[in-house]
């Protein structure tokens, strides 16, 4: 009986097998181009106070993604004050003078959502996400947290001593020391080369510069609220007015315009022993708001920000000296950065150097086929929609262009713009702006054994110019 049974199940399963078999012999269909980005309908207002809000109905989930952002962060730290905006943050989290940190916890629990509040280069932002009928109030509650700090004074030592554990463990790896050294060499005497802090910093941030800091840099000149999801409108437009009107308007925000350096330089930081070298090449390129801005951000993806790029496709699949490397721009005010990083074999850091060095030159001298190209054009295009599907994605565009003063463009002929680049394009942005000859480059590893692979690199180097 039960072999009878088996045989039954054998032979309905037959034409299944067969089906998949024709399945897999037939060609896909070719993918569809991806649509361009369309902005949400939005409404926006100010109060009087000059605070900007932002409300954008979106989605049929019941929820409402709620941020604000104070164009504020590290760029208005001063020489002497690194990581100063992230311990005004960390004391935000402990609560406001009408409610502790757990009360706020309790209370955004209750309503579907927990609170964020994250620092970074240009901006310093206060994010929930609530169900549909609590948005009102949400929005009651992040006020409190952003209009009335308590800045509790014994909670301070143990946040920079947590500050301080963070510091100790990133200044012992590799890439961290690298950033370091690299960013402090693209942007002497700016906020955006100061990376990291001393001990004796962090431990001379009281209570009284804190608030200093936060007196000089929070406002409502420098906020806008952005709202998007399912919400009654009028109740949540109701909430914000009356929640932020009695805001102090404080100043515009001023972002410091950083010169970056370029400068053909190679810096070591010995690590004895260490298996591997941490190696970041780069140099300036143009922000996002240069018309070049697009087309060198599709040549970094074909050259080395993609997983199928070429130097990925070279120094790791072909030639196996890394595991995870990668290219970048990264933004800053009125201010690019191209970058190539990569963790190498200690025995193959020369190489490794003078393979992503072959790339690019060979991107100078040959523009890449249309096939190539489109490819990479798909998926950058493709990545961009994709990224803006969620309420949080539209926020976060929405707070870009507010952050880099860009107009709406920027993002709806984003797509149009990626497939405008041709290949010709590809190679004049290589040979303009990634100049393997102008290249600051920080590398840390085993000084002893990467020394002599470094100066034999330098003098072919010099055998180019």
């Not at 940190?101 to 609170?115: E, P, R, S, T």
């Not at 005497?189 to 990376?195: I, K, T």
């Not at 393979?355 to 060979?362: D, G, H, L």
């Not at 085993?446 to 690199?457: N, P, R, S, T």
Request: glycine content about 6%; some cysteine.
């Amino acid at each position: 009986m039960i072999r009878t049974i088996r045989n039954i199940l054998l032979l309905s399963l037959l034409p299944v097998c067969g089906m998949a078999q024709d399945q897999e012999k037939e060609t896909p269909p070719p993918g569809g181009e991806p649509k361009g980005f369309t902005l949400p309908e939005k409404e926006t207002f100010t109060l009087e106070n000059g605070m900007s809000a932002v409300m954008v109905p979106w989605g049929s989930i019941p929820k409402a993604t709620i941020q604000i952002t104070v164009k504020t962060g590290n760029i208005n730290e001063k020489a002497g004050e690194v990581w100063l905006a992230d311990l005004v943050s960390d004391l935000m989290e402990e609560g406001s003078i009408n409610m502790d940190g757990n009360q706020i916890a309790d209370k955004l629990a209750g309503m579907g959502g927990n609170l964020f509040i994250g620092v970074g280069q240009h901006t310093t932002t206060l994010s929930v996400s609530v169900l549909y009928e609590y948005v009102p109030q949400a929005v009651e509650v992040l006020a409190d947290v952003l209009m009335n700090p308590a800045f509790p004074e014994d909670e301070l030592e143990r946040l920079v001593s947590d500050r301080k554990r963070q510091l100790s463990i990133q200044k012992t790896q590799p890439q961290p020391q690298a950033y370091e050294q690299f960013y402090a060499a693209i942007y002497p005497d700016h906020p955006y080369g100061r990376y990291f802090p001393t001990d004796e910093m962090l431990d001379s941030y009281t209570v009284d510069k804190i608030k200093s800091f936060y007196q000089q840099n929070f406002g409502a000149k420098r906020t806008t609220i952005y709202v998007a999801g399912k919400f009654d409108a009028a109740k949540t437009k109701e909430s914000i007015a009356n929640s932020f009107e009695s805001w102090r308007a404080g100043v515009p925000a001023e972002y410091p315009i950083a010169e970056p350096k370029t400068a053909a330089e190679i810096q070591m930081i010995d690590r004895p022993e260490a298996p591997q070298s941490t190696l970041i090449v780069g140099l300036p390129v143009p922000d996002p708001s240069n018309p070049d801005y697009i087309p060198m951000s599709v040549t970094n993806a074909l050259l080395g920000g993609s997983f199928g790029s070429r130097i990925t496709s070279n120094i790791r699949e072909d030639k196996g000296y890394t595991y995870s490397p990668f290219s970048t721009v990264t933004d800053r005010y009125r201010s690019s950065i191209w970058f190539e990083l990569a963790d190498v074999t200690t025995d193959v850091t020369g190489p490794a150097l003078r393979e992503i060095t072959k790339e690019i030159y060979r991107l100078q001298d040959e523009a890449p086929t249309k096939e190539e190209l489109d490819g990479i054009k798909n998926y950058q295009a493709g990545i961009y929609v994709l990224q803006n599907s969620t309420r949080g994605g539209i926020i976060g565009q929405l707070s870009y262009l507010n952050t880099y003063d860009l107009p709406e463009e920027f993002l709806t002929e984003r797509v149009k713009n990626i497939y405008a680049v041709t290949p010709e394009q590809v190679s004049e942005m290589t040979k303009k702006y990634i100049r393997p000859e102008d290249m600051t480059m920080v590398i840390v590893g085993d000084k002893a054994k990467i020394e002599q692979q470094i100066k034999e690199y330098e003098d072919e180097m010099k055998d180019k110019q």
